[in-house]
């Protein structure tokens, strides 16, 4: 059962084409955070040019609390980008395909990038722009 506190992760996929509209939902979620307008939005991530990751095309990451997603998800379906919405749990690769959630056309992932169960990276920087740097509250 899905707890308010929980983490998730979104993943906002764009081409050239796609561009100016991820850009755009790029600046409306980052002035969300920076006016506080949603409380469980904890960062904003920088926009990928390239793959990265098991991301096989440019994106962005959005990293939120279960109790965010009823403010998130509506952004997200409307924005006509595909987006790969997942919790954060202890297992990547579950996080990734059976736990995930499409919005638009899903995507081929490299899944070999991912984590073991139980040693989930993502966890321990979850809140934060770079590894070492202190979460966002």
């Known amino acids: 059962m899905k707890q308010p506190t929980d983490p998730y992760h979104a993943h906002i996929y764009f081409d050239a084409d796609s561009h100016p509209v991820a850009q755009g939902l790029h600046q409306d979620l980052a002035e969300m955070l920076a006016q506080g307008r949603l409380a ?3 960062l904003v991530g920088k926009m990928h040019d390239r793959g990265i990751g098991p991301h096989p095309k440019p994106q962005f990451e959005v990293q939120f609390r279960a109790a965010a997603l009823p403010s ?3 952004l997200l379906q409307g924005c006509g980008l595909t987006v790969l919405l997942h919790p954060l749990t ?4 579950a996080d990734h ?3 995930a959630q499409w919005i638009g056309e899903p995507l081929v992932l490299d899944l070999s990038v991912l984590d073991p169960p139980g040693h989930n990276q993502g966890l321990a920087r979850f809140g934060q ?3 070492g740097q202190a ?3």
């Open 97 to 99: 395909t059976t736990l």
């Open 135 to 137: 979460p966002r509250n």
């Open 129 to 131: 722009l770079q590894f």
């Open 40 to 42: 469980d939005l904890l």
């Open 90 to 93: 202890d297992d990547d690769l």
């Open 72 to 74: 998130l998800l509506p």
